[in-house]
Every structure is written in structure tokens, then in C-alpha cells.
């Protein structure tokens, strides 16, 4: 479930848990009704940073169902964490 009002998600998992996630930020991408979510649960990353987490949705559809990112649409979602990433270094 997306809580776009308290930045937050809930995933269930196949076990029936639930864990929520604080979403870091949303975005589109130009010319479609496809929104893209990054979020986290803080906890540390292989690499030593914070594992980040990224999903799709269908901004129409009211249940707001999270989709996997698409191969192709990794490239968009790494390119707007670099924009994000440099905004912040600035």
C-alpha cells in the first residue's frame, strides 16, 4: 500500500509480514501515467550506503498497485538518483 500523504509503504510479503518503507521521493516519467518510487528501510547496503528500493505504479489506478521495474527502466530510475545525488552534493 502507497501512503503518499505520510511518505510511506507497506509491503506484504509472501509469509503475510508486513514491513513499512519511508519513500525517499516520487517521480514520472514524461509522457506517461507511470510513476516511479524510491524508498527505503534504511538498512545498510552491500556497498556501505543505505539500501534504496524502486518500484512502478499507474498514478490512475486508485489501488496503486506496485509493479518490479522493467530492465530497460532501471537506466531512468539511476539517472534521476544521480540528478537527486548532485542536487544534494551542490
Do not use: C, R
Not at 513499512?20 to 547496503?45: A, C, H, M, R
Amino acid at each position: 500500500m502507497i501512503d503518499l500523504d505520510n511518505k510511506t509503504i507497506t509491503i506484504k510479503a509472501d509469509n503475510g509480514d508486513e514491513k513499512e518503507f519511508d519513500i525517499l521521493f516520487v517521480f514520472n516519467k514524461e509522457g506517461s501515467q507511470k510513476e516511479y518510487v524510491v524508498f527505503t528501510d534504511y538498512s545498510p547496503s552491500e556497498h556501505g550506503g543505505t539500501s534504496l528500493s524502486a518500484a512502478s505504479f499507474d498514478a490512475s489506478d486508485p489501488e496503486q498497485v506496485l509493479s518490479p521495474i522493467e530492465e530497460d527502466e532501471w537506466e531512468i530510475v539511476y539517472h534521476v538518483l544521480q540528478e537527486m545525488q548532485q542536487g544534494f552534493a551542490n
